[in-house]
């Protein structure tokens, strides 16, 4: 049985689920969508209007009368892999609309592509269904293309990517996203919990709260203040927290917040947490991307490692449960093996239960191309193993522990041999670990929450049983 491979890219939405048929006379676009769940929220807006107007939607580029293909801009690899994309939808089907993250460079993938019908930038909706319509005039059915209430989603039905802002006030001198996406834009608060209402309605179990920086909601918006059923909700993450852990009992829904800065208010986020009456999940995926206060310097970010252990053990003094997932980079111009040995040293502290990691790449037009002292390329590799083997021992130690334990699991899978893929609260879709489950699942289905004694730990993964009746 494959365990969660250390190395997965943490950037990477779940790949798309595509599950209709086609009328015959039905124009059909094929959408390719690259990239992390912010750019999938996007691919699930398209789709939505598009549906809306009559198109049928597929995964196939040779069934299609026109291809989207939502790129990726994160970094020179993925830039690399949404052209690779572009040219194999251009051979495989010739009218090819290009939107995302990389869409704000058109002249990048004009100059590769010439071929391309339109280039679109992140989020840029109205833009590419102008782009659609010219290729593939629409021809809608009114009697037939009803569209659900929670619109098209390209993830399973038992979860679901909540966005709930766009853009990033941040400078990181190794990221360009804030020049392509711009600076923060909050989403009301009203209007989010609107979207989860309906998403919980039609049966969705978990709720995945992404933005680029997750603790910011609302700074943009002054945390202006809206009514939701009779109450007056800020536009503010603890708020809209609270309000989100409310929208049904917390062992029939999961609320999961991704992407959150260490700013003093996410402790305020903890108590929803340690209550088990929030539906609040006791997880944060937290982006430290370094300890060291020079390194942190160097790339623009806070360089407060030392008050973040302070945090860290706050937040589990509140919340013993409490799982902390990460992303770190290695071999950022000028690391030295000072540098990256106080890393290392910080982790043993941290403990941190979820953990990916890059080897830093230039990302064109990111500041931190310009910075002296770059690593060589084998020297990276070596850092990237000994961290990934520091990180690997911490949650080989952190499993074991859970062995003997009841976890509440929700189930993602269940195989033709009856084995059923879960995960705990501790992990997130295609970013943390399994629990498995390999006998006794017949009356198990997608998408339920049940709980399972754990008896066996892995590096990433657990196995575990049913409860006997």
């Not at 536009?235 to 992407?259: C, M, Q």
């Amino acid at each position: 049985m494959s365990q969660n491979p250390p190395n997965l890219r943490p950037d990477l939405a779940p790949q798309p689920v595509f599950n209709a048929n086609p009328r015959s006379d039905q124009p059909t676009i094929g959408m390719v969508s690259l990239g992390c769940p912010k750019a999938l929220v996007d691919s699930e807006r398209i789709l939505t209007r598009l549906r809306a107007e009559g198109y049928q939607i597929s995964a196939d580029y040779a069934g299609a009368d026109a291809v989207v293909v939502n790129t990726c801009g994160f970094l020179d690899s993925a830039k690399a892999e949404s052209l690779e994309a572009i040219g194999e939808a251009l051979q495989e089907n010739g009218k090819v609309i290009v939107t995302g993250c990389l869409g704000a460079e058109p002249d990048y993938i004009t100059g590769v592509h010439p071929k391309v019908l339109a280039v679109t930038g992140p989020h840029q909706y109205e833009q590419v269904l102008d782009a659609v319509h010219g290729a593939v005039p629409p021809a809608p059915d009114p009697f037939v293309d009803l569209l659900p209430a929670s619109g098209v989603k390209l993830t399973p039905r038992h979860f679901s990517y909540l966005k709930i802002s766009e853009g990033c006030n941040h400078a990181c001198k190794f990221c360009i996203i804030p020049d392509m996406r711009g600076k923060l834009a909050s989403r009301p608060a009203h209007a989010v919990l609107r979207e989860a209402d309906k998403l919980v309605q039609a049966g969705v179990k978990e709720l995945l709260v992404i933005s680029q920086d997750t603790s910011a909601y609302g700074l943009d918006r002054r945390y202006s203040t809206h009514d939701w059923k009779g109450e007056e909700i800020r536009s503010h993450i603890t708020d809209l927290s609270r309000e989100l852990g409310k929208l049904a009992p917390a062992d029939e829904l999961w609320v999961r917040l991704h992407y959150v800065y260490p700013y003093p208010h996410v402790r305020d986020l903890i108590p929803l947490m340690a209550d088990t009456s929030n539906a609040v999940l006791p997880y944060l995926d937290i982006p430290f991307q370094h300890a060291h206060p020079a390194t942190l310097k160097r790339m623009a970010r806070p360089a407060a490692s030392a008050k973040v252990l302070d945090e860290i053990k706050a937040w589990r003094d509140i919340c013993p449960d409490i799982t902390l997932r990460s992303t770190f980079i290695v071999g950022y111009p000028g690391e030295t093996e000072e540098e990256f040995q106080y890393l290392l040293d910080w982790m043993d502290e941290a403990q941190l239960d979820r953990v990916g990691c890059f080897q830093y790449e230039n990302v064109d037009g990111a500041r931190s191309n310009a910075l002296p002292d770059h690593v060589p390329a084998e020297l990276k590799q070596e850092r990237w193993d000994r961290f990934m083997e520091k990180a690997q021992a911490i949650s080989e130690a952190k499993l074991e522990a859970k062995v003997g334990t009841v976890q509440q699991v929700i189930v993602d899978d269940i195989d033709e041999d009856g084995i059923a893929t879960c995960r705990t609260k501790a992990d997130a879709p295609e970013i943390d670990g399994n629990l498995f489950i390999d006998e006794g699942t017949e009356g198990l289905s997608v998408g339920d929450l049940v709980t399972v004694e754990v008896d066996e730990a892995g590096e990433y993964d657990l196995w575990g049983r049913l409860p006997k009746k």
